[in-house]
Nanobody
Framework: VQLQASGGGLVQSGGSLRLSCVASGRAASRYAMGWFRQAPGMEREFVAA????????YYADSVKGRFTISRDNAKTTVYLQMISLKPEDTAVYFCASSSYRGIILSPRNLRQYDDWGQGTLVTVSS
């Protein structure tokens, strides 16, 4: 699966951004898509995930109520709508795809994702 993320940029605190991730190839083997982020000097962390079948969504506590993950009906693009952005949301955001059927047991575990996009930088100024 090839993933292309876009939509990052510079925004003021309290602002909004929408990230997109276009997926191509091996559609039948995708069980979930996720967004992760990595701030400078920090480990990559889970942000949100959506199951391809059923559309169940999962969020990190730090973004719950502010971020929304969604997909288009063709299941080729995943979005991350971000509102009420904070400076601590500043990071490179990565989309990822999982081909593991068991992903529903641990959607927040980055090791369960086997394809990754190149990342898009989100900078939130105070």
């Amino acid at each position: 699966v090839q993933l292309q993320a876009s939509g990052g940029g510079l925004v003021q605190s309290g602002g909004s951004l929408r990230l997109s991730c276009v997926a191509s190839g091996r559609a039948a083997s995708r069980y979930a898509m996720g967004w992760f982020r990595q701030a400078p000097g920090m480990e990559r962390e889970f942000v949100a995930a959506i199951m391809w079948s059923g559309g169940t969504r999962y969020y990190a506590d730090s973004v719950k109520g502010r971020f929304t993950i969604s997909r288009d009906n063709a299941k080729t693009t995943v979005y991350l709508q971000m509102i009420s952005l904070k400076p601590e949301d500043t990071a490179v955001y990565f989309c990822a795809s999982s081909s593991y059927r068991g992903i529903i047991l641990s959607p927040r575990n980055l090791r369960q994702y086997d394809d990754w996009g190149q990342g898009t930088l989100v900078t939130v100024s105070s």
